[in-house]
């Protein structure tokens, strides 16, 4: 339905959208996903034919958007970013006027935009001044505007930008629904969003295509981004490292900062590990404080290609994403094992009966077995 | 063909339902009215002449000419542009060419009426005794709407080059005043053959094309193919720069 082939667009020497290329079928949902200025709206009004393509082409229902304009604009019904609509116009006529530019019969369009209507649910609005809906009415009337023609292919620019919840889920349920008559393609900075309508994701980075699949795919293709974050005392934090990594399945082991007086490793795998190195862990006696397993999803797959320099750098940037509860890291009950902990305020609220392992290497540390709790009780802190 | 019609149809309501077609409106009807009855006073009870006056024979007419199809115009793509609505109509299934012509036969009307008030004042004059050359009306009339039609498609050329309304105002006033002092430049260019010059003359003179045969109630095809071949030049021009402006 949609083939776009070496679609490039430059504007000056700043090339906007570079070498895009891909081919939508029939009632698939597509979506568009980049981080501002990826080069979302100007792909979406190239596929429109708004805007002319530097290079590469187009070819919607079988027409070129530039030279058989006029055919493959019947084909599209397109919600631009702003949602553009006659302000002194109430919604019936603004619907009537689309109606006569896609030469739909009187009584057609009459049954059409009682249709649409009712689909955005803006049945009651029909003779409302559009100037005045307020902006998520107004983006519901952009999208009957879009639909009334009944167009193949349907490309909405963010079309739930200054929606509320409600109404978001409930635009994302139209358009899940329109699946089955048009080909949709949408824009969208919202990941849930794109994750819970679209059967394909198509990441735009930089003008780029970044990736391009289902999502099922995109997840497989970046399997390597699932992570096993470990968190744990140990004697020799880089014969852990070495240990760590050759377990079965894991890519690479990071080692992170030193918590106090912990360390922290990004174990990247193919899997789910953790009761891998949960084990490893148990069998040398290191003294667990996090174990997590982070699965790829499309946000993470996303963040990963928006930052990728910033990502390959180590843990550090994707520590805050890890460890949501770090941050105070719990020296505290370690502290409270000092002698003049007894001055020191609680940070933490006290926690009911909570095992303590006293890791504090003042405190007679390595020779004592760690694998026992000291004390328990959350009041002593 | 259909596409101008229903372009033309959107210009219009949009022209009535904002303020600014109604304000001109009222504008156009009181100043008309004034210099009606000051050309009644001035040809001493004369209508036909009066009217001949008010319908391109005097100053007035030019005035309202420069001043009030910029102000129509103004917003038609200039305003589009800026609140997305020309991306709207641009990939509508409706050509660029449509669009512009559209919007000036839009622009036209309007003005074809504001200066049809004063045939209201035709009537009234009828009724009150006074005999009237009705072809003499009609052909100034007709006229009128073809100086109208040259006016606005330089209002809309001025509109496509810019996205502030006011802008395109301004530039739309001063292409109009050029439109109508092209005739001056003659005294600059003596140093060409004085037949050259003459007939270079008068393939720019707006106001003695009008003035040579509409006011005096004579259809001339070759004014009539003047205005409209101007008209044709700057609608033209105004077609290209609208699909100028998918490059910007």
């Given at each position: 339905m949609i083939t776009v082939s070496e679609l490039t667009r430059t504007f000056g020497t700043f090339?906007?959208?570079?070498d895009l290329s891909f081919h939508l079928e029939k009632g698939e949902v597509a979506g568009f996903l980049?981080?501002?200025?990826?080069g979302k709206t100007t792909s979406m009004r190239m596929l429109t034919g708004f805007l002319p393509a530097t290079r590469g082409s187009v070819e919607i229902a079988g027409f070129?958007?530039?030279?058989?304009s006029l055919e493959a604009r019947r084909h599209i019904g397109y919600l631009p970013e702003g949602v553009?609509?006659?302000?002194?116009?109430r919604l019936r006529e603004m619907l009537e006027f689309q109606a006569r530019l896609h030469h739909l019969p009187r009584k057609e369009a009459k049954r059409r935009i009682g249709e649409v209507l009712a689909r955005v649910e803006l049945t009651d609005r029909a003779e409302h001044l559009i100037g005045k809906l307020s902006k998520g009415l107004r983006q519901r009337a952009g999208l009957a505007v879009a639909l009334l023609p009944s167009p193949d292919v349907l490309i909405l620019d963010?079309?739930?930008?200054?929606?509320?919840p409600i109404q978001r889920i409930s635009v994302r349920n139209l358009i899940s629904e329109l699946a089955s008559e048009h080909t949709v393609l949408v824009s969208s900075h919202i990941l849930p969003e794109i994750e819970a309508v679209c059967q394909r994701v198509i990441i735009l980075h930089q003008g780029r295509m970044a990736a391009n699949g289902t999502p099922e795919e995109l997840m497989r293709e970046f399997k390597r981004e699932s992570a096993v974050t470990l968190e744990a005392f140990m004697p020799d934090p880089a014969d852990a490292a070495r240990l760590l990594g050759?377990?079965?399945?894991?890519?690479s082991v990071q080692q992170g900062e030193r918590l106090g007086i912990h360390y922290a490793f990004k174990i990247r795998c193919d899997d789910d590990l953790r009761e891998d190195v949960g084990a490893l862990a148990a069998a040398k006696g290191w003294a667990l404080r996090e174990l997590s397993f982070e699965k790829p999803s499309l946000e993470r797959i996303f963040s990963r290609i928006a930052f990728e320099v910033e990502a390959e750098s180590g843990v550090k940037p994707a520590a805050p994403v890890v460890r949501?509860?770090?941050?105070?890291?719990?020296i505290t009950p370690l502290l409270s094992e000092?002698?003049?902990?007894?001055s020191t305020a609680p940070v933490e609220p006290p926690a009911p009966k909570k095992i303590v392992y006293?890791?504090?290497?003042?405190?007679?540390?390595?020779?004592?077995?760690?694998?026992?709790?000291?004390s328990t009780g959350g009041d002593d802190s | 063909m259909s596409g101008v019609w229903i372009v033309f149809r959107r210009e219009m309501a949009g022209l009535f339902l904002t303020p600014l077609g109604w304000v001109l409106f009222l504008l156009a009807l009181v100043v008309n009215g004034l210099y009606f009855t000051a050309f009644i006073q001035v040809t001493g009870g004369d209508v036909g002449a009066s009217l001949s006056l008010a319908l391109g024979g005097g100053y007035p007419f030019w005035v309202i000419m420069v001043l009030l199809p910029p102000l129509l115009t103004m917003r038609m793509v200039s305003e589009e542009a800026r609140s997305g609505m020309l991306e709207f109509l641009l990939t509508a299934p409706i050509r660029d060419v449509s669009v512009i012509l559209g919007k000036a036969l839009a622009a036209t009307s309007f003005l074809g009426l504001l200066f049809g008030s004063n045939l209201i004042y035709a009537l009234i004059c009828m009724s009150l005794g006074a005999t009237l050359d009705w072809g003499h009306i009609a052909t100034a009339m007709f006229g009128t709407v073809l100086v109208s039609a040259l006016f606005c498609s330089i209002g809309l050329v001025a509109s496509t080059l810019t996205n502030t309304p006011l802008i395109a105002a301004f530039l739309g006033f001063f292409l109009n005043v050029v439109m109508l002092s092209l005739r001056f430049l003659e005294g600059t260019?003596?140093?060409?053959?004085a037949g050259l010059r003459e007939s270079l003359m008068r393939k720019v003179d707006v106001i003695a094309h009008f003035q040579s045969s509409f006011v005096r109630g004579a259809l001339d095809t070759a004014d009539i193919v003047f205005f409209l071949g101007w008209t044709g030049v700057f609608l033209f021009l105004a077609t290209r720069l609208l699909e100028a402006r998918r490059w910007w």
């Amino acid at each position: 339905m949609i083939t776009v082939s070496e679609l490039t667009r430059t504007f000056g020497t700043f090339t906007a959208v570079d070498d895009l290329s891909f081919h939508l079928e029939k009632g698939e949902v597509a979506g568009f996903l980049g981080v501002n200025g990826a080069g979302k709206t100007t792909s979406m009004r190239m596929l429109t034919g708004f805007l002319p393509a530097t290079r590469g082409s187009v070819e919607i229902a079988g027409f070129d958007v530039m030279r058989q304009s006029l055919e493959a604009r019947r084909h599209i019904g397109y919600l631009p970013e702003g949602v553009p609509l006659y302000g002194e116009h109430r919604l019936r006529e603004m619907l009537e006027f689309q109606a006569r530019l896609h030469h739909l019969p009187r009584k057609e369009a009459k049954r059409r935009i009682g249709e649409v209507l009712a689909r955005v649910e803006l049945t009651d609005r029909a003779e409302h001044l559009i100037g005045k809906l307020s902006k998520g009415l107004r983006q519901r009337a952009g999208l009957a505007v879009a639909l009334l023609p009944s167009p193949d292919v349907l490309i909405l620019d963010e079309p739930t930008s200054g929606l509320d919840p409600i109404q978001r889920i409930s635009v994302r349920n139209l358009i899940s629904e329109l699946a089955s008559e048009h080909t949709v393609l949408v824009s969208s900075h919202i990941l849930p969003e794109i994750e819970a309508v679209c059967q394909r994701v198509i990441i735009l980075h930089q003008g780029r295509m970044a990736a391009n699949g289902t999502p099922e795919e995109l997840m497989r293709e970046f399997k390597r981004e699932s992570a096993v974050t470990l968190e744990a005392f140990m004697p020799d934090p880089a014969d852990a490292a070495r240990l760590l990594g050759t377990l079965p399945g894991v890519e690479s082991v990071q080692q992170g900062e030193r918590l106090g007086i912990h360390y922290a490793f990004k174990i990247r795998c193919d899997d789910d590990l953790r009761e891998d190195v949960g084990a490893l862990a148990a069998a040398k006696g290191w003294a667990l404080r996090e174990l997590s397993f982070e699965k790829p999803s499309l946000e993470r797959i996303f963040s990963r290609i928006a930052f990728e320099v910033e990502a390959e750098s180590g843990v550090k940037p994707a520590a805050p994403v890890v460890r949501a509860e770090s941050a105070p890291i719990a020296i505290t009950p370690l502290l409270s094992e000092l002698p003049l902990a007894g001055s020191t305020a609680p940070v933490e609220p006290p926690a009911p009966k909570k095992i303590v392992y006293n890791l504090n290497p003042f405190d007679s540390g390595r020779d004592r077995d760690l694998g026992k709790p000291k004390s328990t009780g959350g009041d002593d802190s | 063909m259909s596409g101008v019609w229903i372009v033309f149809r959107r210009e219009m309501a949009g022209l009535f339902l904002t303020p600014l077609g109604w304000v001109l409106f009222l504008l156009a009807l009181v100043v008309n009215g004034l210099y009606f009855t000051a050309f009644i006073q001035v040809t001493g009870g004369d209508v036909g002449a009066s009217l001949s006056l008010a319908l391109g024979g005097g100053y007035p007419f030019w005035v309202i000419m420069v001043l009030l199809p910029p102000l129509l115009t103004m917003r038609m793509v200039s305003e589009e542009a800026r609140s997305g609505m020309l991306e709207f109509l641009l990939t509508a299934p409706i050509r660029d060419v449509s669009v512009i012509l559209g919007k000036a036969l839009a622009a036209t009307s309007f003005l074809g009426l504001l200066f049809g008030s004063n045939l209201i004042y035709a009537l009234i004059c009828m009724s009150l005794g006074a005999t009237l050359d009705w072809g003499h009306i009609a052909t100034a009339m007709f006229g009128t709407v073809l100086v109208s039609a040259l006016f606005c498609s330089i209002g809309l050329v001025a509109s496509t080059l810019t996205n502030t309304p006011l802008i395109a105002a301004f530039l739309g006033f001063f292409l109009n005043v050029v439109m109508l002092s092209l005739r001056f430049l003659e005294g600059t260019l003596k140093g060409l053959d004085a037949g050259l010059r003459e007939s270079l003359m008068r393939k720019v003179d707006v106001i003695a094309h009008f003035q040579s045969s509409f006011v005096r109630g004579a259809l001339d095809t070759a004014d009539i193919v003047f205005f409209l071949g101007w008209t044709g030049v700057f609608l033209f021009l105004a077609t290209r720069l609208l699909e100028a402006r998918r490059w910007w």
